[in-house]
């Protein structure tokens, strides 16, 4: 099995999100101005957020208690802001859940979900 590297990811990530139907995403979109959080690619206007979630069989940043934790705070915060977050790791991406994903947030912002 071939390992993606973070460009082949992003393209896959880019080309799911335009065969969803969803519009071109802003990338590193800050969405808390205080903590100066981001989210990898978002849709603000639908309060839509998808972060690509990195590292996971390398043990990153994400899978360290520290960034865990923080991880944690930064999706309760933006949950409770009206956030919609999509969470993919590259199992997602190469499974194609995340464009099923994708796809059921398009959906759900035409009533159809």
Not at 41 to 54: F, K, V
Not at 88 to 99: E, I, N, P, R, Y
């Amino acid at each position: 099995m071939r390992i993606l590297d973070k460009n082949d990811i992003k393209h896959a990530i880019l080309y799911q999100i335009k065969a969803s139907g969803l519009p071109a995403p802003e990338l590193e979109h800050i969405f808390h101005d205080t903590r100066k959080w981001r989210f990898d690619y978002a849709w603000p206007d639908r309060m839509l957020a998808l972060e690509y979630e990195g590292g996971v069989y390398t043990k990153g940043r994400h899978n360290r208690p520290r960034g865990y934790t923080g991880d944690c705070e930064k999706y309760t915060i933006a949950g409770l802001m009206g956030w919609t977050i999509i969470r993919a790791t590259v199992d997602h991406v190469k499974s194609g859940m995340l464009l099923a994903w994708l796809e059921m947030a398009q959906d759900k912002e035409r009533g159809h979900g």
